[in-house]
């Protein structure tokens, strides 16, 4: 489990990650959403020791993390971090012997990696000659050569096509399965909400929202779908609801006062009623509730 207690860090007078409190267990896959600014980047690079913090502790199995430790933590940074000018095998096989594998052993690990992320045929090609998302690819494999007891992903799937963003997947199920600890962050709500075992939601240097996906849908606001024979538009006259949505004869509805049973009667009196249907909030839906 890695621990993260009141992390802090400032840049001269703005707080950029506020005093911020969350576990990364084993063998989770857990979600780091939040807007631009909100502080992902800054508080992976204190993980990873590249950025100091102005207070507050990491762990890594009970006891604050070290030097060493940190060696095992396997990191895509934001910024990437090859170099474009190299060969990409050329490349693994040294990030592989730094951790001190043998040359074979270097060789097999990092040609197995290229093969899975189909790039076999560009591994003597420069890095900088490949397209941005297979470069995102050979970052990818280089974050995991080391077989690490952590993994720490900044944006791993921006830039890559779904058939990449499924062997990714793949490739991060494959370490939740053998209890890894994995964290990364995403912009894509959709992908994080399918594949995560927990989020959670930064905003301003501070954790608002956190738990499963389920647990996230429960706190959020339910919703109505009301569907009529004619046109919906008279709801927004009604009071005690919010139309948040409304096309032709279908409109989602937000009850701030009114109850199901007044909204159906209403509806009823004024003509048909082809479905009335509570929405579960999206991922996307409580994002936006609480970044608000
Ligand atoms: N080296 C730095 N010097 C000054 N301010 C910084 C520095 N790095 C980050 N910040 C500020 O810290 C805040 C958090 O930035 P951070 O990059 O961690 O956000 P993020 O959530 O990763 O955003 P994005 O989704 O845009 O990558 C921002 O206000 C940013 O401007």
Known sequence: MLEIDRLTRRFGDSVAVDAISFGVPGGQLTGFVGGNGAGKTTTMRMIMGV???????????GRPVTAV???????????RGLYPKQPVLDQLIYLARLQGRDAASAKTAAAGLLERFSLADRSSDKLESLSLGNQQRVQIA???????DVLILDEPFSGLDPIAVDSMVDLLREYTNRGVPVLFSSHQLDLVERLCDQLIILNRGRIVAQGTADDLRNTGTTRHRLVLDGDASWLREVPGLTVVEHNGSSALLELTGATTDQVLAEALRRGGVRELSEVAPS??????????
């Open 51 to 61: 950025l100091a913090s102005h207070g507050g502790e990491i762990r890594w199995q």
């Open 69 to 79: 430790d940190r060696r095992g933590f396997g990191y895509m940074p934001e910024e």
């Open 142 to 148: 280089a974050a995991v050569i080391a077989e690490p």
């Open 283 to 292: 991922i996307s839906d409580i994002y936006r509730e609480v970044s608000a």
